[in-house]
């Protein structure tokens, strides 16, 4: 069992700041602008913690809220895995706020393999591994748990890039909530798991992705697929052309021993407190289910998508979306909200493996203790 970052956390008492979004831009050059006053010294005081404290702070993103802390830091990563109980063998994806900056941030060059999908998905919810520099690297290997490549991703979300940009560090950032528990979407859910345990939480309002990023692997032949997120396997395939067109896509969880190059590969993820239930094809299943098991007394939630109604279901039922889109955006958020009513089972309907289904589906089957 891999050992986690548990010794005695920092207390906090926790904050949280409002930003604005559409009050940051940058420009073709990257410079960046601020109208809003409020939201500029914000911003300032969380990249302040960032740059010259080993402290952390959590912040939106596209895709989730990510916990943030210097990638050249080995105290500020060490709080990130404290505060979050993660364990120390799950590397961290590194962010960045400009292309430039994998230049003067690593002394490396982007392998040419990654260039048409970075043009098209960057900035964005597509996260690339590249090799590190071992003669000249500040990178702390705690955010690669000792493998010779780093993940790395340039976040669309103008929250995101500016405080990267401010802070003037990558920034590793991992979803920012505790760990094994559903990814946050907003600042709500960031101060539920961390509250106490990390000083600043940025409210920037809901995330619009809802699951994490892709991960590819371009340095192996054939390239792989090593986390479905929010570019999909289909897109991957199309924009990258001929030397993406053999794609591999890694199984769903490692082995427990096995090391991995990106997070998500291990362990149990996305999980609520209560027992989660895939329905497929049928959602009639569910009552010979209940039945069966003599669970009539429990407390249940349905999470529909685009088949079932749960018309006849003796519970909470709540409809997802129709659209996969949709579905992404709100999975986690409604994962939160249904356990938070202390329901004691929640049946969710799967969606097909198609588009972003592969993503959400591969975040329900880590979430899910069985499927009927």
Request: glycine share 6%; with cysteine.
């Amino acid at each position: 069992m891999a050992r986690r970052m548990s010794s005695a956390i920092p207390q906090f008492q926790t904050e949280i700041l409002p930003v604005s979004k559409s009050a940051i831009y940058f420009d073709q050059n990257d410079k960046l602008t601020i109208s809003d006053s409020s939201t500029k010294s914000n911003l300032e005081k969380a990249a302040k913690i960032l740059g010259s404290s080993d402290q952390v702070v959590a912040f939106p993103t596209e895709t989730v809220y990510g916990l943030g802390g210097s990638s050249f830091n080995d105290e500020s990563i060490k709080n990130i895995y404290k505060a979050k109980n993660r364990p120390a063998d799950n590397p961290l994806i590194t962010h960045i706020s400009s292309k430039s900056q994998i230049k003067s941030f690593f002394n490396i060059d982007i392998p040419e393999i990654y260039l048409p999908l970075i043009e098209k998905f960057w900035p964005g919810p597509l996260t690339i591994l590249l090799p590190i520099d071992q003669s000249n690297t500040r990178l702390s290997k705690l955010t690669t748990a000792n493998q010779p490549t780093f993940a790395v991703r340039l976040p669309s979300h103008p929250i995101a890039r500016a405080l990267i940009h401010l802070s003037q560090v990558p920034i590793a950032a991992p979803s920012a909530n505790a760990s094994t528990r559903p990814s946050p979407t907003m600042a709500s859910h960031v101060f539920h798991d961390l509250n106490g345990k990390i000083p600043l939480i940025l409210d920037g309002g809901p995330s619009n992705v809802g699951v994490e990023s892709t991960v590819v692997d371009g340095l192996s032949d054939p390239p792989m697929l090593l986390r479905p997120g929010g570019v999909s396997l289909e897109e991957i395939v199309r924009v990258g052309g001929q030397k993406w067109a053999n794609i591999r896509v890694a199984k769903r969880v490692a082995d427990e021993n096995e090391p991995v190059k990106t997070p998500g590969m291990k362990y149990k993820h996305y999980s609520p407190t209560a027992k989660v239930i895939l329905v497929e094809s049928d959602e009639s299943k569910i009552g010979k289910f209940i039945e069966h098991n003599g669970l009539q007394q429990k407390k249940m939630a349905f999470l529909t998508c685009q088949s079932f109604k749960g018309e006849d279901f003796n519970g909470i039922v709540e409809n997802l979306g129709k659209e996969k889109e949709e579905i992404s955006a709100n999975l986690f958020n409604y994962l939160r909200n249904i356990d938070e009513m202390g329901v004691d089972l929640i049946f969710v309907e799967t969606v097909d493996e198609k588009d972003e289904g592969l993503a959400i589906m591969n975040r329900l089957k880590k979430a899910a203790s069985e499927t009927i």
